[in-house]
């Protein structure tokens, strides 16, 4: 469905999950059509899509992917092969598709009235991309901001120094809209970003304020800073405790002690 003027959100056949939703896909229409993303490699989910450019009578040009998941560029092959799309990723991402080919900070495509341009946004993974289109002040941010709620930034794949650094990147734009990799545009999208940041930052002083105590195990911090989650979400929950730990020893505010699973705790270093 057209979103805005030239724009497009593909719908997903995906069902929406308690707090998740399912990934964005968009179209730009220009004389070189683009997609951003290309969702999951499920054919009830590809097929689709497929069949909504075919409606269009539009063949992209380029997929641009804003980040390594697979719910955002597991269907790119099927959808390249079909349409003859050149995916774009950032080469730091890991096991990219089959033919992509790299796209860097600063890479431009224009797109009739419009120029497309990557800002290379690492944190939830190391080759993050947003991808903003100053004429519209439109900012397409993949999972580096959400429609609702935080990203996940997991200690394999993430850091949380990159990511906070690359919001405050993002604030200085002209943005009047955000278009994100999951869940409702934002028109608000500064006081968003803005959120974002004074979000991190107060988790962070949480823990910091839970060493002080004394809390000093993974899980008992879990405990202490989320206490009401459990299941799924309190896997997530850990997963922020440990990234956020990872960032303070890299700080050099933060030592690790111990090796076994059981015995690790966190100590302030004064």
Not at 52 to 66: A, N
Request: aromatic share 6%; glycine share 10%; net charge positive.
């Amino acid at each position: 469905m057209e979103i805005a003027p030239g724009i497009h959100s593909i719908p997903s056949v995906e069902k929406r999950r308690p707090g998740l939703y399912p990934s964005n896909v968009y179209l730009l229409l220009g004389p070189e059509p683009v997609l951003i993303d290309s969702g999951l490699s499920k054919e009830k989910i590809v097929a689709p899509r497929l069949r909504y450019l075919e409606e269009m009578k539009v063949r992209p040009r380029y997929i641009l992917i804003t980040h390594g998941h697979p719910d955002h560029w597991g269907g790119a092959v099927e959808i390249s092969k079909a349409t003859g799309a050149k995916i774009l990723a950032h080469p730091a991402e890991k096991k990219p598709p089959e033919g992509t080919q790299p796209v860097k900070d600063g890479f431009k495509i224009e797109l009739g009235n419009w120029t497309v341009q990557a800002i290379h946004t690492p944190g939830h993974t190391p080759g993050s991309i947003c991808y903003w289109i100053p004429q519209l002040g439109a900012l397409f941010t993949g999972d580096s901001v959400l429609g609702i709620g935080t990203t996940v930034i997991r200690p394999k794949e993430g850091d949380m120094g990159q990511y906070v650094s690359s919001l405050q990147k993002l604030l200085p734009l002209p943005l009047k809209v955000i278009y994100p990799g999951h869940g409702p545009v934002v028109n608000s999208p500064l006081p968003k970003i803005e959120e974002l940041i004074r979000h991190r930052q107060e988790r962070e002083l949480q823990v910091i304020e839970c060493l002080k105590r004394g809390i000093s195990g993974p899980d008992e911090l879990v405990a202490d800073i989320y206490p009401e989650v459990s299941g799924r979400i309190k896997k997530m929950a850990r997963e922020q405790v440990m990234t956020q730990l990872a960032k303070l020893q890299r700080d050099g505010k933060v030592e690790k002690k111990g090796r076994k699973k059981e015995e690790i705790r966190y100590l302030l270093i004064k």
